[in-house]
């Protein structure tokens, strides 16, 4: 890992959370990063043209919680357009991977070496923290982001306006089983919502300067208020997540061929196979990942026919 450069974003929590609850739940968060150069819309409108359409996913802000994806609302303009219209496009956008840009790459090292410094390791390395991915959002007053899981950890950090963001507990399953999490880890990251939920949840209302940690798989819907809405996901996977990740994607793809499975963990020797099966195949196809088109191909091949989703109406 690179060095911290001269400006260096630091993550802080109260109450010794970062080394009291982390990993295990959520918890409130502030960061150095609202006003950073990389974090203003025009710097993320030039970030929006210089990454491939792949990694740019958008739609109407004009959404329910429980939003059934098969019926989300699209926008008519092009991903430059969104950013900068957007106090006035009525859109969620999130730009993906920005870690493939050295400076955004940089900011995301700052800030988590910030937190592995504060839980005693002396590296993002030494903490644990492998894959280390960056996703911006910018989104359009008034906007929601339906209720999902991802398939990573993340420190959520809001850079500009106002922003509740709301996390469930699902560590038994009572949200989404086994299925729903396998779906929503290589299919489509929503998930169904009701109100019996909302005592498993925890609602964080954030401004320029705060955030949030977001567990591994804990499910979470956003909503902005009266301003557009500048924030960031700082995520990372473990090696235990990018085993549960692959294990989930081979589960998916020998479902597909007809062959029911066991969910990780309930056969650890039969996971092992698995996982040595698939990532020998991964390690095959990854140069192939170079290319837009390629990628475009092979997810559609190993996650079917409606894998590229956030691109039919682009």
């Given at each position: 890992m690179n060095a911290p450069s001269g400006i260096a974003p630091v993550i802080t929590a109260d109450n010794e959370s970062l080394k009291r609850d982390f990993p295990l739940k959520p918890f409130a968060i502030r960061h150095k990063l609202a006003g950073?150069?990389?974090?203003?819309?025009?710097?993320?409108?030039?970030?929006?043209?210089?990454?491939?359409?792949?990694?740019?996913?958008y739609w109407s802000g004009d959404a329910d919680i429980s939003q059934d994806p098969d019926t989300v609302k699209s926008v008519d303009l092009d991903p430059v357009d969104v950013v900068n219209r957007i106090q006035t496009a009525s859109a969620w956008m999130v730009l993906k991977r920005v870690e493939k840009s050295p400076e955004y790459r940089q900011l995301l090292e700052d800030a988590l070496t910030s937190v592995a410094r504060a839980r005693g390791f002396r590296t993002?390395?030494?903490?644990?923290?492998?894959?280390?991915?960056?996703?911006?959002?910018?989104?359009?007053?008034?906007?929601?982001?339906?209720?999902?899981?991802?398939?990573?950890?993340?420190?959520?950090?809001?850079?500009?306006g106002e922003?509740?963001?709301a996390i469930y507990d699902n560590r038994d399953g009572a949200i989404a089983d086994d299925a729903q999490v396998e779906y929503s880890t290589v299919k489509?990251?929503?998930?169904?919502?009701?109100?019996?939920?909302?005592?498993?949840?925890?609602?964080?209302?954030?401004?320029?300067?705060?955030?949030?940690?977001?567990?591994?798989?804990?499910?979470?819907w956003v909503k902005t208020a009266g301003t557009y809405s500048i924030s960031m996901?700082?995520?990372?996977?473990?090696?235990?997540?990018?085993?549960?990740?692959?294990?989930?994607?081979?589960?998916?793809?020998?479902?597909?061929?007809?062959?029911?499975?066991?969910?990780?963990?309930?056969n650890p020797t039969l996971d092992t196979v698995k996982l040595a099966i698939y990532r020998t195949a991964a390690?095959?196809?990854?140069?192939l990942r170079a290319s837009e088109t390629m990628r475009r191909i092979i997810r559609r091949i190993a996650l079917g026919k409606n894998a590229n989703y956030y691109l039919k109406k682009a």
């Open positions: 950073h150069p990389l974090l203003t819309l025009p710097r993320i409108a030039q970030l929006a043209s210089e990454l491939p359409r792949d990694l740019i996913e993002v390395k030494d903490a644990g923290f492998e894959q280390i991915e960056g996703f911006m959002f910018v989104s359009s007053p008034n906007s929601t982001t339906p209720f999902h899981m991802d398939a990573e950890d993340n420190f959520f950090v809001q850079i500009h922003k509740t963001f489509h990251r929503n998930v169904p919502y009701n109100d019996s939920f909302k005592p498993r949840g925890i609602e964080f209302h954030l401004f320029d300067g705060d955030g949030c940690y977001v567990p591994y798989q804990w499910p979470h996901a700082i995520t990372w996977k473990t090696k235990e997540v990018r085993r549960m990740n692959d294990l989930h994607r081979f589960n998916s793809m020998l479902r597909s061929l007809g062959l029911p499975q066991a969910a990780p963990g309930k390690a095959i196809v990854e140069p």
